[in-house]
């Protein structure tokens, strides 16, 4: 593969997980795991829910308690 061939291509791809990234934070994408990391650190004898359910009850307290949102 040519030099320059290969700087392009890595520079698409560079910019495709950047847009894949920001697609996953509007998203929610990173929010099990940083709610994962809130209770480890500030609630260390918490038990972590199971992605499925941290779901479910997000969407659950969505419904009880909507507020402005696009959707």
Do not use: F, K
């Not at 920001?22 to 918490?46: C, E, F, K, M, T």
């Amino acid at each position: 593969m040519a030099p320059r061939l290969r700087v392009v291509l890595g520079r698409a791809w560079a910019v495709a997980r950047g847009v894949a990234h920001w697609y996953s934070a509007i998203n929610g994408g990173q929010d099990y795991q940083r709610y994962v990391d809130h209770l480890r650190r500030n609630h260390p004898d918490a038990p972590v829910p199971t992605v499925r359910d941290y779901w479910r009850e997000r969407y659950a307290e969505a419904e009880r308690n909507p507020t402005n949102r696009c959707c």
